[in-house]
């Protein structure tokens, strides 16, 4: 069983910004496709960004692209999320997610393509 652990959220102002983590225990990422998904309250969980590890070719939600950028850590089991220009409809718990279908250049968003999920971190953009 894979180990998911995001840390790194909290509470911030509109237009600030926040880098959450995301550690996957055992595994080289290079292998992996990797994602972030968030979940405002009474709302569906909704991908933001994906990366493959082979070719480090990304993909962004309409709704974050330009703001959030997604890397990886030199440890090859971390990945980030750098969010900046945070507005108050970020808000919601963010999750980290591993798929072990590999491909070069492309990624999905979508919460069915993910097995292994972390237990998400709480991003609260207020004023």
């Known amino acids: 069983q894979v180990q998911v652990v995001e840390s790194g959220g909290g509470l911030v102002e509109p237009g600030g910004s926040l880098r959450l983590s995301c550690t996957a225990s055992?595994?080289?990422?290079?292998?992996?496709?990797t994602a972030w998904f968030r979940q405002a309250p009474g709302k569906e969980r909704e991908g933001v960004s994906c990366?493959?590890?082979?070719?480090?070719?990304?993909s962004y939600s309409d709704s974050v692209k330009f703001r959030f950028t997604m890397s990886r850590g030199d440890d090859k089991s971390t990945v980030y999320l750098q969010m900046n220009s945070l507005k108050p409809e970020d808000t919601g718990v963010y999750y980290c997610?591993?798929?072990?279908?590999?491909?070069?250049?492309?990624?999905?968003?979508?919460?069915?393509?993910?097995?292994?999920w972390g237990q998400g971190t709480q991003v609260t953009v207020s004023s």
């Open positions: 055992g595994l080289n990422l290079d292998y992996y496709t």
């Open positions: 990366l493959s590890g082979s070719t480090d070719y990304k």
């Open positions: 997610a591993i798929n072990g279908a590999l491909k070069p250049w492309t990624c999905p968003i979508a919460v069915d393509s993910y097995g292994d």
